[in-house]
């Protein structure tokens, strides 16, 4: 039980991470969130990339507050495992 509690942890912690540095990272042209969860939500690689380095709206869209939402409850589900 202390392993995967351990592992749970280990992957909240990165996927809060993860989250913080989405605007940070796509600034350097990277994005760590899965591309498969982007695409889930409809939303390209070039609009994430672009809404760093522009005023873009991105941040306001449903889609997005959608895919944020998503990864928040994985999150939030991870550190529930770990407890």
């Known amino acids: 039980q202390t392993i995967a ?3 749970s942890l280990g992957v909240a ?3 809060t991470n993860i ?3 989405i605007g940070e990272d796509a600034q ?3 994005i760590y969130v899965p591309l498969e ?3 889930r939500f409809g939303i390209t690689e070039e609009e994430v990339l672009e809404a760093s380095k522009t ?3 991105l941040h306001q869209e449903q889609k997005w507050i959608d895919f944020m939402e998503f ?3 994985r999150c939030e ?5 770990a407890k």
Do not use: I
Not at 77 to 81: A, G
């Open 13 to 15: 912690f990165q996927l």
């Open 77 to 81: 589900e991870e550190y529930q495992k």
């Open 19 to 21: 989250l913080r540095d």
């Open 5 to 7: 509690a351990a592992m």
């Open 28 to 30: 350097r042209g990277r």
């Open 37 to 39: 969860d982007l695409r």
């Open 71 to 73: 990864q928040m409850a």
């Open 55 to 57: 005023q873009s709206s």
